[in-house]
């Protein structure tokens, strides 16, 4: 009787294995692992200040690709040009360009993500994103 009760256990593991191996993955998600930001964020003080250095600069953003982030004009091409969704923060385009989540993560070719420019983007659209 114990001989049986090895075998069906041996079974019952073999079959458990089989399905840990055989489970397979069909899609990438992105998960964005900036820390959460709670303190009030500043478009002037905490946001321009990250997309002037890293955003607008010769070839990007600075007026020759949309949107313009150049500090005379990045507030208002982001919040006229509707990369900014208030309603639905974390779908608002230029969340879902730096996050990677819309085509590769901005800005481009930068390993890290400078300064939490992620947490600070998506803190301040919630946040009511205003001209601060």
């Given at each position: 009787m114990s001989k049986k009760i090895i075998i069906v256990g041996l079974i019952l593991?073999?079959?458990?294995?089989?399905?840990?191996?055989s489970c397979t993955k069909d899609t990438t998600v992105v998960i964005d692992n900036s820390p959460a930001v709670t303190k009030t964020v500043s478009f002037a003080k905490d946001l321009q200040p990250i997309l002037t250095k890293s955003c607008a600069i010769s070839g990007c953003h600075n007026g020759a690709i949309a949107p313009d982030l150049t500090a005379a004009n990045a507030y208002t091409t982001l919040i006229g040009g509707n990369f900014v969704n208030k309603a639905t923060p974390e779908s608002s385009i230029v969340y879902l360009w730096l996050t990677g989540k819309e085509a590769i993560s901005m800005p481009a070719g930068s390993a890290n993500n400078p300064s939490n420019i992620n947490g600070l983007m998506l803190a301040w659209i919630k946040q009511g994103a205003k001209n601060n």
């Open positions: 593991v073999t079959q458990s294995m089989l399905l840990l191996y």
